[in-house]
């Protein structure tokens, strides 16, 4: 219940409080064994005797409701700054009546009974967590200035990261893409989302003459993809950039659309470091945007990089500094530890709620693109 920057359901709120619960009881069951065995060990002098269990409970319970009144206190007040109805009863309910109820029927049990059940649960609660999850369609935006290349593997297309980027670029060519002020590389996220706000905002950016290219590197959730391969999102971006680059080389500087790297999430990342292979190798670049980066991003001296994290985001936020200092904005509550458990709770349902908070982001991503430095098609 420690104070996390987003609003929680009562069912994120309730399965949290029930692991949370369920850890502090094997926490609780290891001390007790050592202090019996202390007490084994050690002369009767030395023991020292606890509170009576009255007093223990009353402890227990005023902290509790404590917690609780603060909880309500503080979800209420992000509810009423994001515009969202405030929690009822059945919110608080819910909180506090599963977690209690698990402990509960863990407690009532043998202790062989509650080893079996806490580790059926964590079992069931992995299964749930699909490994190898049917491919579906990308979710991207239905509109002709988006330039998809998608995973079809079955269809007999090209693969492989460079083969793919350069039919993906042959397609933008013959369509007159090069002949518009500017192109925007966009990097999927791990399921191969596109942020159709992102695009729209590029669109007006640029008034509408724009192009945006992706290509799909992945068809799991961002997690996923980046604990099997983290590099794919940033090998994806950089072959994509390279062959725009070539396709652009043989015709003047002032012919040539202004070039732009954009990632959200894991795709920030992906452009992150394509956007260093440009450094390394001189390409040119109009600018890079960057929203909900994980872990916030670093200040890289580049002028035309743009980074966009919402104060509320826990993608951006969580990083393992905050276990032992506070995050640079300074606006929530801070406690070592627990803070960091707060955003990560958060984590879960940072996508349930308006935009413009948690890791919702809207047409401000294409409208902060920095201005074409060169050429004559400088956008309005």
């Not at 609780?28 to 009576?52: F, N, Q, S």
């Not at 919110?91 to 029927?105: D, E, K, M, Q, Y």
């Not at 993809?225 to 950089?238: C, F, I, K, L």
Request: charged letters at 15%; glycine letters at 12%; hydrophobic letters at 45%.
């Amino acid at each position: 219940m420690t104070p996390g920057a987003l609003p929680r359901t009562a069912v994120l709120s309730a399965v949290a409080g029930s692991l949370l619960a369920v850890l502090g009881l094997l926490l609780g069951l290891a001390a007790a064994r050592l202090v019996r065995w202390r007490r084994d060990v050690e002369p009767a002098a030395h023991r020292i005797r606890g509170l009576p269990v009255a007093g223990r409970v009353g402890g227990l319970v005023g902290a509790a409701l404590g917690a609780l009144a603060l909880t309500v206190t503080w979800q209420d007040g992000l509810r009423t700054a994001m515009g969202m109805p405030p929690i009822g009863p059945g919110w608080i309910a819910t909180t506090v009546a599963v977690p209690a109820a698990v402990i509960g029927a863990i407690v009532w049990m043998p202790f062989s009974r509650r080893i079996f059940l806490i580790a059926a649960s964590a079992v069931v609660a992995l299964g749930t967590v699909d490994s190898s999850p049917a491919a579906a369609a990308p979710d991207i935006p239905d509109t002709p200035v988006l330039l998809y290349s998608a995973l079809e593997r079955s269809r007999g297309g090209p693969t492989g990261d460079e083969p793919r980027a350069a039919a993906l670029v042959n397609r933008w060519m013959h369509a007159g893409g090069a002949d518009r002020r500017a192109v925007v590389i966009a990097v999927p996220t791990g399921s191969g989302w596109v942020d159709a706000a992102a695009v729209t905002g590029f669109e007006r950016r640029f008034a509408g003459s724009v192009r945006v290219l992706a290509v799909q590197y992945s068809e799991v959730p961002s997690w996923q993809a980046y604990v099997r391969s983290p590099d794919r999102a940033g090998t994806s971006a950089t072959a994509l950039l390279r062959a725009v680059d070539r396709a652009l080389s043989s015709r003047p500087r002032h012919a040539r659309p202004a070039v732009y790297l954009y990632g959200q999430s894991l795709g920030a990342v992906g452009a992150e470091q394509a956007r260093r292979w440009a450094h390394q190798h001189g390409v040119d670049l109009a600018g890079t945007v960057l929203s909900g980066v994980p872990g916030g991003g670093h200040d890289s001296g580049d002028t035309r990089r743009v980074v966009i994290n919402n104060p509320s985001d826990p993608v951006a936020a969580l990083r393992l500094s905050l276990l032992w200092r506070p995050p640079h904005t300074g606006r929530l509550p801070w406690v070592p530890g627990l803070s960091m458990l707060a955003t990560t709770i958060d984590l879960a349902g940072s996508l349930d709620v308006p935009t413009g908070y948690g890791h919702r982001y809207g047409a401000e991503q294409g409208l902060r693109a920095p201005q074409p430095s060169i050429g004559p098609r400088t956008a309005s």
